[in-house]
């Protein structure tokens, strides 16, 4: 012990090389109550068997701090409890406090700095070539202490660590958690938790943990740029850069349970993420921001030249709004799950998500722009499927699995992409209305297109579906769909054109029960192929003014109807429209 005093331990240094010390412990300023500063403990090719600090031991301040002071290990062992740079044991800041280890093995909690009540800002830890433990950058341990944890550092490079947990900043109190980072690159990493910040009460905000360059299996639990029990979380970030396998239960940029998620993200390159959770709707391997009660806004997933074998979310509550969050998928990617840019498990509104797939990419499950699970509407989303990518599931650019609107949702595939699942524009799974939603497919593929569906008692009005240039779709086309006891199919536009084609039927507009009214099929210079089209079906109510045009040199092999009245007959079909012209050509009846 150099420095002791019940005032201050200011610049003292303890120096151990090339023995071991087998009871006891080591520190570089000890103080009963006041500040231990820039205080020194140097530890080189020696064994220690007790706790090693390099400021103030815990339980013997009262209020004071721990500041500046340093641990160096160098090609040792340590088996004691704690290796920390500064140790507040009850009240007081441990701040600018080092540890840096260095070829060494750490059997010991180790913590850049520790307080029991009080802030803990500004501490580095610093690992290279060396197996340890749980690692912490700044840590606040009681709850009921007040104080931050902020701007604390962790740097692990090519270190094996068996258990616990890597955390750059941990509160356990009340109090913010801002820019903390973890870096670990290289190295075996089989723990619990890595975390730029983990906080019980406060603002989780501009934390990051970067991990790179595995080349061996890894497993962690949970890997997460920021995350609080009651607080907000805002502008998080995990980078995963060039790992071989990584086995988790979930990643993501910033989680709370009570507050807002927004503006975080999670970028994947170049790696192998397996999730270790079922592949159900509530369960996701990736997730930009999340939140249990309260709002997911602006966060943002990237995955480039990787694969993911579970569901990936950009922004997901299980009650609140999901908006304005962008999953990016590209550069010949994988996702075996699901995906969806915004996702709400329960009740709640999903506005202006955007998924983007391009470049040969694969999603395997399903997506959707923005999606609500039980009630509430889905607007202004945006699914862009490009560059050859391949959906082997089905696409819902707004998607309310029970009662709500779907209002101006878009899905776009383009330049040899495919879509194999049935695709939906706006989708209602209960009572609601469908409205204004739209697919376009350019230069694309894909087998049920839907601009906008009602499954219970609703309007589907005005949706859009354009389908031009080398486009193919193999089993039918609708534009708007009521299925329910009533509702109104009106103003729905399908234009086929330059070339595109559809091998079986075209509706324009379908009502199981109510009017179809005002819908429009324009086909120039494309064709059908073993279908018909029924610009309005009408199963229980009126279908009129419903126009179909046939122009370009278009090609229709089944029957041409401007509208139908089908079911048991209770309605009328009256002033519908077809024009033909240009050289084109219907087989089948008109």
Known sequence: VTGSSNNSALENKVTIAGITVKKGSVYGGYVGSGDATQNIVDIS???????????????????????????????????????????????????????????STVNST???????????????????????ATVWGGYIKSESATGNTNSNTLKLTNCEINAGNIVAAENNGTGDGVENTVEVSGGIINIGLISGAQLLSGDAILNKVTISDLDSPATYTYIIGGTVTNGNAYSNAVTLDNIEKLDVYW???????????????????????????????????????????????????????????????????????????????????????????????GDGYATGNTFEISGGSTVNGMVFGGYVNNDGNVTDNTVVISGDSKLTGGVIGGGSNLSGDAKGNTVE????????????????????????????IIDGSANVVYGGWVEGDGNATDNTVVITGDSKVTVCVTGGENSGSSGEVT????????????SGDIYCGY???????????????????????????????NATDNKIEISGGSTVSGDVYGGYVGGDGNGNATDNKIEISGGSTVSGDV
């Open 45 to 103: 090719s020696s064994t220690i068997n007790s706790a090693v600090l390099g400021g103030v031991f815990g339980g013997y301040v009262a209020e004071g701090s721990a500041a500046e002071n340093r641990v160096d290990i160098s090609s040792s062992t340590i088996n004691g409890t704690y290796v920390s740079g500064g140790y507040v044991g009850d009240v007081g800041s441990a701040t600018q406090n080092i540890v840096d280890i260095a070829s």
């Open 110 to 132: 180790i913590y850049g700095g520790y307080t029991n009540n009080g802030d803990a800002n500004s501490n580095t830890v610093e690992i290279t070539n060396s197996k340890t």
């Open 251 to 345: 990643v993501a940029g910033g989680q709370t349970k009570s507050g807002e998620a927004a503006s975080n993200t999670v970028t994947i390159k170049n790696s192998n993420i397996k999730g270790l959770l079922p592949d159900i709707p509530d369960n996701y391997v990736v997730l930009g921001g999340g939140v249990t009660t309260g709002d997911a806004k602006q966060n943002e997933v990237t995955i480039s030249g990787s694969t993911v074998n579970g569901n990936v979310y950009g922004g997901f509550t299980t009650s609140g709004y999901a908006d304005e969050n962008i999953i990016k998928i590209n550069d010949g990617s994988t996702v075996t799950g699901d995906v969806s840019s915004g996702y709400v498990y």
């Open 413 to 440: 595939i383009s330049d040899g992409a495919s879509v194999s699942g049935g695709i939906y524009g706006g989708n209602v799974g209960g009572d609601g209305n469908a409205t204004g939603n739209t697919v376009k």
């Open 491 to 502: 103003g729905n536009t399908i234009e086929i054109s330059d070339g595109a084609s559809v």
């Open 511 to 541: 009502s199981c029960s109510g009017y179809a009214t005002d819908n429009t099929v324009i086909i120039n210079g494309g064709k059908t192929t073993n279908g018909s089209i029924f610009c309005a079906w009408a199963l229980g109510g």
